[in-house]
């Protein structure tokens, strides 16, 4: 929590008048108590990840986990806001962000790790999971495996021990290997810093990429998830049919300056505040700039 925080947005009021003309009217810092669900201090819950965005579903059907070519894909159009939803100004689209910021100025990713390779696992591993139940099971793998040729001589079945509390285990350890084997042969045993690289790994996708090029090596991408593409959606902020569309649209209007901690404030945003069944809308830092109809100010 940022100093000089005080001021007290007025969430009813401001919910409810339209967004254009409480932009400027919004305090341009925060009340201490709506401040603690925007800071780090929230990431020590977590909820089930839904899965309806998660990773890219790869090679199915099979028991190989041979690395794929990555695909050159080609962003569709942004999708428009439902009818009901203006589209948001730039002006209330930093406006947004400026209030993300003011609140927690250095969002940190909620995923124990402690290089490139052990976020790059920790992402693997996360796929339909929480990051709590992922958190509780790498201590101990990350202890005796926290670089490609110590998870290749620990070796699928031992890996598999050690993650069995997680969600898609067998899996993911046949993954975890392979993808270790494939950093050593193709990558001198480093986690490589580019997109198509990192996507012809077994088990990364897009989501996991972009969570890597983020999280590892600073780059201004914005990973989209179950949560980021709720609020990306139910916002109108940036809509989307799909991640990959609603990634396009965050491209497209989130100033630059803030594209490298948009993922983790809309993440968390998502996860505590911007909830998928009961939206806390009553201490909501942007109830008046969203364009959901079915916002509910007294919802805390
Ligand atoms: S909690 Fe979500 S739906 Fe409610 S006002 Fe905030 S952004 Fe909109």
């Known amino acids: 929590m940022p100093p000089g925080t005080g001021e007290t947005p007025d969430a009813g009021g ?3 008048a339209p967004a254009e003309n409480t932009v400027g009217s919004i305090a341009s810092a925060l009340p201490s108590v709506m401040a603690t669900d925007y800071t780090g201090t929230m990431a020590r819950k977590t909820i089930p990840r839904g899965g309806d965005s998660r990773q890219p579903k790869r090679r199915s059907s099979g028991s190989r986990a041979a690395p794929a070519p990555a695909k050159a894909r080609r962003r569709p ?11 948001w100004t730039p002006g209330e689209v930093e406006e947004a962000f400026r209030r993300f910021r003011a609140a927690n100025p250095a969002p940190r990713g909620e995923l124990a790790h402690q290089d490139p390779f052990t976020l790059l696992i920790a992402v693997v591993l996360s796929a339909q999971a929480t990051d709590a139940g992922v958190n509780k099971a790498t201590p101990k793998l990350f202890a005796v495996a926290d670089t490609p040729e110590k998870m290749v001589a620990l070796g699928e079945l031992r890996l598999r021990e050690l993650i069995k509390t997680i969600g898609l285990y067998r899996t993911k350890a046949k993954n975890i290997i392979a993808l270790s084997r494939a950093l050593i042969a193709e990558h001198g045993g480093r986690v490589p810093h580019d997109r198509e690289a990192l996507e012809a790994l077994p088990g990364v996708g ?4 972009n969570v890597v090029l983020n999280g590892a090596f600073g780059e201004p991408v914005i990973a989209v998830d179950t949560h980021v593409f709720r609020v990306a959606n139910r916002t109108g902020l940036a809509p989307g049919k799909t991640p990959f569309e609603v990634e396009g649209s965050l491209e497209a209007v989130v100033p630059e300056k803030y594209k490298r901690h948009a993922h983790h404030w809309l993440i968390l945003h998502g996860r505590y505040v911007c909830k998928a069944l009961k939206p806390a809308c009553g201490r909501c830092l942007i109830n008046d700039l969203c364009r959901w109809p079915d916002k509910n100010l007294l919802s805390v």
Request: cysteine-free; proline content about 22%.
């Open 14 to 16: 401001a919910g409810s």
């Open 77 to 87: 159009a942004p999708s428009p806001p439902p009818a009901a939803l203006t589209t």
């Open 206 to 209: 897009r989501k996991t990429a």
